[in-house]
């Protein structure tokens, strides 16, 4: 009964490289949704997806940002050309099927992002 | 924008007293929704209160919800040490497709 997976836990970054983040949702969980949390903050809604979907990117920065969560393998969340400001723990946190969009989230132990 | 704000930010207490969050919305809402965080782990769901519900219990927690006032209080009793975290309260954007945190509430509970 494997929980959310994200990985890396810790990734290091210089400023103009790439970052993926991977996250595998629990078993039988079908939404993903990924947040990012700055030190001291709140957490801030980025990108809701499904299977080959994106529901809502609404919260996702227009440049630089992509997610996917394909059909089969874990979701990613790229960020190209990482800036200092992208210095944050992002977490994703995975819904089942019948969960509704606003029901119960699981969430993973997050991976922090450091970018020199 | 942010949907629920807790208050206070942050609140220290000894074991054994109660501790007492509250989160304020701005919109209508389907439920509302605790979450805890540890230092440096992910987010925990706690509590779901439903519109139509005006209390839930669960454990030491108890959760209340004001839809005229939108605002929402969580209530710790007794509380232990273990209980050191930070405490969000959620509810859905305006779309209806995803979780909308507040900043939240620390909580410091020392023995």
Known sequence: NAGVMQNPRHLVRRRGQEARLRCSPMKGHSHVYWYRQLPEEGLKFMVYLQKENIIDESGMPKERFSAEFPKEGPSILRIQQVVRGDSAAYFCASSPS??????????????????L | ???????????????????????????????????RQNSGRGLVHLILIRSNEREKHSGR?????????????????????????????????????????GKGTTLSVSS
């Open chain 2, 61 to 101: 927690l108890r959760v209340t919800l004001d839809t005229s006032k939108k605002s929402s209080s969580l209530l710790i009793t007794a509380s232990r040490a273990a209980d050191t975290a930070s405490y969000f309260c959620a509810t859905e954007n305006q779309a209806g497709t995803a979780l909308i945190f």
């Open chain 1, 98 to 115: 019948d969960g509704g969009y606003t029901g119960e989230l699981f969430f993973g132990e997050g991976s922090r992002l450091t970018v």
């Open chain 2, 1 to 35: 924008s942010q949907q629920g704000e807790e208050d206070p930010q942050a609140l220290s207490i000894q074991e054994g007293e109660n501790a007492t969050m509250n989160c304020s919305y701005k919109t209508s809402i389907n439920n509302l929704q605790w979450y």
